[in-house]
């Protein structure tokens, strides 16, 4: 990230689907059927209980969020930030926004999915205090695992 950059979390709008699910394409999905295409990115940016955010630098995206959110768990169901952008905590930062979202809302945990074979992005959230609680065999287009991860929230408005 350039120093005269200016990183902007914000609601993705319906125009950036396409753009989402690209990067989803080439930097989650490789490898895969590709599921998360323009409409159902878009589908998500309607659905009032899921958060779709975005984080843009010098106007373009350089990661984003998906996160539904439920009673009293969120699921982070899409995550990622453009290779080049990774390691300058734009990653921590969208995270740190979604986590507060849920706070505010009362949920309680977040669960995650991430592919077996993708261990840096297992580490990243490790280090936001994520643990892993499972494994889905096959999750993954039925050639890869899934590793489940969990984190508790503290401070959720609700008792």
């Not at 989803?24 to 309607?46: A, C, F, N, Y």
């Not at 995270?95 to 309680?108: H, N, P, R, Y």
């Amino acid at each position: 990230m350039k120093a005269d950059s200016t990183l902007r979390l914000r609601a993705a709008h319906r125009s950036e689907a396409a753009a989402i699910a690209s990067i989803s394409r080439l930097h989650v999905e490789h490898g895969l059927r590709w599921r998360w295409t323009p409409p159902r990115v878009r589908k998500q940016i309607d659905d009032p209980d899921t958060m779709t955010l975005v984080a843009s630098l010098d106007g373009k995206i350089a990661g984003f969020g998906i996160m539904h959110f439920g009673e009293l768990r969120a699921h982070l169901v899409l995550f990622a930030v453009e290779p080049r952008y990774r390691r300058t905590g734009i990653g921590g930062a969208l995270l740190k926004w979604l986590e507060a979202s849920c706070v505010t809302a009362g949920i309680q945990d977040i669960r995650l999915e991430v592919r077996a074979g993708n261990h840096q992005a297992q580490r990243f959230y490790r280090n936001r205090g994520f643990a892993t609680t499972g494994r889905i065999p096959g999750y993954y287009d039925r050639t890869e695992a899934a590793v489940i991860m969990e984190r508790r929230l503290a401070g959720s408005t609700r008792t």
